[in-house]
């Protein structure tokens, strides 16, 4: 049986698993060639994964079909639950330059990462949507807390009860310190609004030069269809007991906006009311809609 509880590490909530195993995710070294990917959960995760394999790979279009996008790039933080390899693992027998993947806040973020000046790209997805794909990502994905119904759990996400913790602060911490610790700061919107301008950016975060062909290809092979139709990429390789895809599949709409067919006026309005509380005082430029 798989746990579904989450357990606070330094006031954050995280999978049972995760914080058993605090000790070693903590202690993780990485090479300073490595580049980490982070992101609060449902923002944009597996899209700017498979960008960044393909960009590294010269748009190999072989690349993304040759083996699932967690064996390519490691989960830092998940510690099993079979059959999902635990992250560390993976990561000790690969060769650096490594792509890693995690969700965790920034203060959590093994301080090697910072201390190497690592590059880290990290993307965000304005709240209301983020939110809604989390909502459906929790109930297909058998091993992440109940979501419960819709309407609490609007109030667990605005409380910072999920796992991971608070969006608010995951997208803030983030935020403040882009500068300072040179990290690509990149929103799920703009990658919507035009994927060709966004992998363009990511391209030259990672010093890269590419001919307009490669680009192209990168842009087709990560488009929502592309990636969908791909069982290296649309998660189909963890099926039951962990992710239940009749429920919702993890590529369900690939959307910004989809928020608006599930906030009822009365929930937005709080919600908004709740946001400009959490958010006062910062300037990033979210988008609800584009
Ligand atoms: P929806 O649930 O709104 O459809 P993550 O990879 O961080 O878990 O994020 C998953 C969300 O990103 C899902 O959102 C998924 O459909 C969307 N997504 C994944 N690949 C995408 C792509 N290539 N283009 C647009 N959206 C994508």
Redesign the pocket.
Known sequence: VISRNSQMVQGVPLMEHIAHNWSSIWAFRPDPSDILIS?Y??????????IVDLLLNNGDAEVCKKAPIIARIPFLEIFSPPPIPSGLDLLKRMAPPRVIKTHLPLQLVPEGFWENKCKVIY?A?NAK?NL??YF??DQMNLTQPEPGPWDQYIHKFMRGELAWGSWYDHVKGYWKEREKRNILYLF?ED??EN?HREVMRIMKYLDLSLPGDVIGRVVEL???K???DNPM?NYSFIPKPVFDHSI?P??????VG?WTNHFTPEQSQLFDEDYARQMEGTDIPFRTSI
């Open positions: 992101t959960p449902k923002a944009g995760t597996t899209w700017t994964q498979e993307v997805r949507d809604v794909s459906h990502f799920y990658m919507k994927p990560t488009s929502f592309a990636m969908k990429t919702s993890f590529m369900r709409k690939g959307e989809d």
